[in-house]
């Protein structure tokens, strides 16, 4: 019974679904009998095979087929017989069994192919050129193309490269027996088509007089319509199939095409949207690009017209016999031609124009011209660019509209929705190659078109493809409309992008169009017009909306490990940045965030899509309110509600701890809004005027943003993900930055409650001690602080170690897999190195393949450097060509050595990539928890009010404590070991980045530091200057001060922040960061100046001599670390930029100062003396500062610099020769005589001292002379005083001083002493310290 037994087939073909089963049924098929069907040998022929066996299938086939064929060449008058319907039903069962099993198992379909008695695909295409039903035609078309198919069910399995290898090849053979069979006619020349090779068989040449090569007309339609309209297929789909109203077979053969055509391993997938097609893209290993060559132009471009002339331009015209077979048409077509555009490399013709390689005998030029015109996916682009039938026939299956796309179900939906996702795709495809391929391919085709060795026409006009969308603009609409597709995702996400892709375009950036809005017309964005006008406006909004509303997980690709390293291997994924989403929801809200910051830059003028979607006013976006929830809904609506998500609960149900992507993404577009000029205002005051935005954000952000290694004791977990990490580290940054502007611009309006409220947030508690008193000087934490602006430093420091920690174990675990232990080339050194995260990365592989891994260093999105693993991939490989060409891979070891050397490169690479981007959020985050610490402890410093001065006083201190001992530490990460996964010392990369971090930290300590020493003084704690000391009071009486007030803090915690400082400027990252320590140096004076007037003004005696004496002790501990601050502010005076000289000379003073309580000789004098810097400050005065100091006293100086390194130098001078010690040592180095000899004393300008210079910026001239003049009398005065009156020396010299400058003296006196002149203090100050001098000199004299 033949509905038996088609019954059982079919029933073996749904057994047969899967890569187990399939080979089940291959082994099953392929044996010698069937006792199910025949239960005894004896009851079968000899000749007859089972009925349920390969042989049987392919038998029948051979079978039917010549007797067909020797019927065909009987008697034409002798009628020949149909094949009966019930063997064409029995036929296709067993067509589709073995089309399935073929399908999963690549074991089959191997077997099957190379078996010589069945010759499977040859005896079906034999079979397909007889007269038999169109249904049974298409079954063969369909198994064949189950041959050449490269499905995820071959590419699932372990041996999935090899698998891809196999079918490429069968793929290419299956194209030439297509080819042989002329299925497709393609050419007439039927005597060079029998001359021409069969597959895998030598060539045949041509006859001397045959000339095959005809000339390529690209865009206008087939060069060989004549011969397609001969017979073949051609013949049965025009007068077989349209006239029954239903395709098969034409379906079939195009599947046929598509199956064919496989999209490379080494380029990104058709459905990959984020890729560069340019730079991702590879030719077809499954396409002969020498198809044909000896009888026509070589390559599958014929067929490729078939699809498009003869299927995809009229499957509108035809009629159908059910109505929704046409989608299928289309579902079928569009998969070819987006195969064809998939497959279409311009990535080798880039690189050829890039380095303008147009030599005429340059042969790979030529053959990638040659490949370039003739591949399908050139014929594509062409027709489409000239805006042919072809663009029309496009747009016209997306006027199905989004509602048919919605509603459709079963078959007949899917052919639609992958019909409008394929249009889609392909649209978006054009529009990132048209710029390449008319600006670089196009100009180098036309000028190299005579090494093609054929003519070439193209059209006479090819634009781009927005120019040919702003004359339909409908189309425009309708696509933007998809956005509310909510059958498919990937719809969504192709309708975004291409939309991204149309805003940046200058052509729809245009402004010229008006759109009414009342009574008002509007001239605004082209692309903003269209779709305000159009009557789908709003539901194009809507669709945005519900886009970013809709949830999904936010799962990232980093959790597969091996897949990622197999990317990178290809050169897809070089780190953490372009690590893409795994969810299609996920995808398509970065998308349209992305969409939003781009259209957000100041280089596009408002009102943009962006500022269209997210609800700004069209008329005037920079002062019109945003709309109300309630009136209208917008993005930026959808966006705040994402960000609300756990409000009020800092923990995981928070957006950025559940989607840290998403959420860095939102944090980032509310940055751009509130700092931009257009939008920041109105954005600002929406987000006051619904609640206090950036408190509840900061509040409801958890503290930390991965549980400590520490505490857990575990491995690192998924949490711990350096992407999840990564993206934590963004997001905060840009939520801090934000907060920080908010912050500021509170202050500015003078919003004290709203200042108050964030400001006393950061400063409160955040209930992380790790004891329970509380107390700030306990040593529970990192930062032995409890003060949320801390405890938010510290969560960074911890997230940034422990991803690191699991970064590091991700490598090694990488290279256990990768690199074996039986690797040859790894000696102990690499051993060391391969166990060893970040040293030398690439360094032992890149030696051996003799490549440059740092040509690869590119800059990536957010400004970090990491290696282009793309590039990268590529050297090795040409790297790995060179040696074998050079026949240096002879051997396998050989082989092996060079393939291994290629993973270690590609491996080191890719972490060290993670590593650099890891460092750079790391920073990023640190920078903006910079700026809010800096915004907090300045304007917004006065708006806290934190329980009175000692609040004050003590939350100052806890600041400077807090970050003064990060940066004391010499591995500011890793310090003391995160977990028993960090094992390894930081590498010298790794401290020179922890370096640059701690310079751009180092501001922030001396602005914490600064309010400290603030905080002293307003509280009184500080003396005051003798001037405001002596101010009369109200009556004529003397002020009565308020009573100085000890501090509040203790003297323990007070000493150890001192000797941290001291520490800090020290370390390893001080030495190598002139920036970094003069920011210590700075802060140590503040600290220094509160130390020393603390004690001065203590009222305990004890606690005076314990504030100095601690910190003498600190300096002369067993470190000498006195000696060595002294050294090293010593020589920063000496060779150093002018401001920190300046800073190192104050620093200086104050220690002098500080060492001045002991009674022994002064330390600084004795170091400074011991390492000769006496002789070099001297001497720097007359060599190196009296040119400069000259300058400063021009009229209109370009710089005082020279003056204020002068006044700290002499400041300096003055401090020390308080002390004989001092003043001997000076005075030995010639202080005196450099003062004789400077020009710049005698530089005493004539203008009167008696003018006033209050409000002018730079002093005027008298006064620059005057702060020069008086350090050299005083600190003369003070040599006379000091060394006394038997040093003869001392006194010849200043005797001489006098001479020399005795016309500056002289006129100085003069001026004092005229009666019609106007005294000033700082004529009577100069004059009574010349008159002092002399009267000394003279009086040794006498």
Known sequence: DIGLVRGYYNMLSSLACGAQASVCAHEFLGASENKLMSPSRAHVASNQAPRCSWQALFGALSHYASSMRQKDSADASQKTPDLPDGEAALLRSLLRLCRTTVRYSIVARMSLYENAEYNAVVTMFDFLGCAIPVSLKASLLDTIAAFGELGPEILGGGEADNARQLVDEMARRIWAILE???????????????????????????????????????????????????????????????????????????????????????????????????????????????????????????????????????????????????????????????????????????????????????????????????????????????????????????????????????????????????????????????????????????????????????????????????????????????????????????????????????????????????????????????????????????????????????????????????????????????????????????????????????????????????????????????????????????????????????????????????????????????????????????????????????????????????????????????????????????????????????????????????????????????????????????????????????????????????????????????????DSMMDEDDDEGAASFGRGKASLGAELLNVDVNSCIVTNERGCAVYDLHALVALLRQAEQALDQGGQLGSAGARQRVFLAIRRVVIRSYFGNQERELHYAYASALRGWKELAEILVTSAWNKIDSQGRAGCERTAFQLLRGLVRVLSENDPVFAGGASKWCMEPPTAEQEFRHAELLTALAPTLTLFAERLSQEWTRAGVLTRASLAMNKPGAAGQARVMPPALDTQLPVEPLLDTWRMLVCAALTPAAAASLLLRGNVYAAMLHVLGGIRKLGESSSSAGQKSRLVSGALDILADSAALGDRLLEAASADAADSSDAWKTVAFSLLNALASLFAVESRPNRVVMLLARKNFFASFVGSILHREDHAIQAALQPDPASLNALYIYEAKMSFFLRIAQRSDGAERLLENGIIDVLADCAFLDLRPQSSHGASFADAFIPIRAERFHLLLMPALNLMLALVARIGRDNLTLWMKAARFVSQHHAVLEAILKEAAAPAHLLSIALLTEAKAVTSLVFFIARQRA
């Open 180 to 822: 042989q069979s002329q299925t497709l006619p393609t050419t007439n020349d039927v005597d060079a088509l029998r001359q021409a090779r069969p597959f895998g068989m030598e060539r045949v040449p041509l006859l001397p007089d045959r000339t095959p090569q005809r000339g390529i007309s690209i865009g206008r339609g087939s060069g060989n319509r004549q011969l397609l309209n001969r017979g073949g297929i051609v013949y049965e789909l025009e007068e077989v199939e349209a006239a029954a109203e239903t395709y098969p077979e034409m379906r079939a053969f195009v599947r046929l095409i598509s199956s064919l055509i496989h999209v490379s391993n080494s380029a990104a997938a058709l459905s990959n949207l984020d890729r560069d097609p340019i730079l991702y893209s590879a030719p077809s290993p499954s396409i002969p690009m020498d198809l044909g060559e000896s009888y026509r132009t070589p390559g599958i471009t014929p067929y490729l017209v078939f699809v498009l002339e003869s299927v995809m331009l009229k499957a509108e015209q035809r009629s159908y016999q059910y109505s929704t077979e046409k989608w299928s048409v289309y579902a079928v077509s569009l998969d070819a031609i987006e195969r064809s555009l998939g497959t279409l490399d311009l990535s080798g013709l880039v690189a050829e124009a890039g380095e303008q390689r147009l030599s005429r005998t340059d042969s790979g030029l030529a053959n990638s011209l040659r490949a370039l015109v003739t591949h399908p996916g050139f014929e594509i682009v062409i027709r489409i660019l000239c805006g042919s039938k072809l663009l029309d026939a496009l747009l016209n299956i997306l006027n199905v509209g989004v509602d048919e796309v919605n509603m459709s179900t079963g078959d007949v939906g899917e052919c639609i929705n992958q019909s409008v996702l394929c249009t889609l795709r392909i649209l978006l495809r054009i529009l990132r190659i048209q710029e390449t391929l008319l600006r670089t391919v196009i100009p180098l085709l036309l000028e190299s078109s005579d090494m093609l060795g054929f003519p070439l026409t193209l059209p006479r006009s090819l634009t781009t493809l927005e120019q040919l969308l702003l004359s339909r603009r409908q189309s425009v609409v309708q696509i933007v409309t998809y956005v509310s597709c909510t059958s498919s995702a990937d719809i969504c996400l192709a309708t975004i992008k291409i939309l991204h892709i149309l805003s940046d375009s200058a052509v729809f950036n245009g402004i010229d169009d008006q759109v009414a809005r009342g009574a008002d017309m509007l001239t605004v964005n082209r692309l903003v017009g269209m779709i305000d006008r159009s009557e789908e406006s709003v539901r194009i909004v809507h669709g945005f909306i519900n886009c970013l509303g809709v949830e999904d997980d936010d799962s990232v690709a980093e959790s597969r490990e091996v897949a990622l390293i197999s990317e990178a291997a290809k050169g897809f994924t070089s780190g953490l940045e372009d690590q893409q989403s795994t969810g299609p929801a996920q995808s398509i809200r970065l998308a349209i965030i992305d969409l939003l910051l781009a259209n957000l830059t100041p280089t596009k003028p408002a009102p943009t899509i962006a500022h269209y979607l997210l609800g700004f006013s069209l008329t005037r976006p920079a002062s019109d309110d945003l709309p109300d929830p309630s009136q209208r809904a917008t993005c930026l609506h959808t966006i705040l509600d994402l960000l609300r998500e756990g409000h009020g609960e800092a923990g995981p149900s928070s957006l950025i701890a559940k989607r840290p992507r998403l959420a860095e993404r939102c944090y980032h577009l509310m940055y751009h809004l509130c700092s931009d000029a257009v939008t920041g205002d109105v954005t600002t005051r929406f987000l006051r005027g619904r609640e206090n935005f950036f408190y509840s954000q900061l509040s409801s952000t958890p503290m930390a943003i991965v549980p400590d290694l520490r505490v857990l004791g575990e491995e690192p977990q998924s949490v711990h993900s350096p992407i999840r990490v990564y993206a934590q580290l963004h997001g905060r940054s840009w939520l801090w930055r934000s907060s920080a502007l908010e912050l500021h611009t509170l202050v500015l309006q003078d919003a004290r409650s709203r200042a108050k409220l964030i400001g006393e947030w950061l400063v409160g508690d955040a209930e992380q001690t790790e004891d329970g008193d509380g107390s700030v000087f306990s040593g529970g934490s990192i930062l032995d602080s409890r003060m949320r602006i801390l405890a938010m430093f510290d969560s960074l420091r911890q997230a940034y170690r422990d991803s690191s920690s699991a970064l590091q174990r991700q490598q090694r675990v990488a290279e256990l897999e990768y690199l074996r232990s039986d």
